[in-house]
């Protein structure tokens, strides 16, 4: 299956086919490298650093899944944004960030319990769920944006 990297440069959505997925590649558009660029269909790890490029920037709707390593739902939780992030690559920007590690953003969107799912559009907060959730309720949150 194709993956979609969206360009950190312009914001161009870049096919990559299965066969290249290893090269690194360079934006169609402007030429940029697309080393670290998020991808479409998978779960992209994201930073605090990183969240206003990725995040409030990206052209696409975005879901970010808020996480610990040593809590039980949030693993439990893990298949099934995986699951989200291939059904909708292409249409929706999949991230998860480490709260034990990133705490910067978790504190600014008060996240007081993990998993916590922020749904953004146009770098826009616009819906939240916390808890694990069925992919059905997930997928009916993020219907709302795409």
């Known amino acids: 299956m194709n993956m979609i990297a969206v360009c950190p440069g312009c914001g161009a959505k870049n096919r990559i086919p299965p066969d290249k997925q290893h090269l690194t590649g360079r934006c169609g558009r402007c030429g940029s490298a697309l080393t670290g660029a998020p991808v479409s ?3 992209n790890p994201l930073t605090d650093a990183g969240f206003p490029q ?9 879901l970010v899944d808020f ?5 039980g739902p ?3 939780l893990a298949p099934v944004i995986e699951a989200v992030a291939a059904r909708h690559a292409g249409r929706l ?3 998860a960030i480490d709260t034990s590690r990133e705490q910067r953003q978790a504190a ?6 993990v998993p916590t799912l922020l749904v953004f559009q146009g770098g826009q907060l616009v819906d939240q769920l916390v808890g694990a959730a069925p992919q059905e309720e997930i997928e009916r949150l993020i219907g709302r944006v795409l």
């Open 54 to 62: 990725q995040v409030e920037q990206c052209p696409l709707p975005v």
């Open 93 to 95: 920007m999949v991230f």
């Open 108 to 113: 600014r969107f008060h996240i007081r319990g």
């Open 67 to 71: 996480y610990s390593p040593t809590c």
């Open 74 to 76: 949030c693993r439990s």
């Open 41 to 43: 269909g998978r779960v």
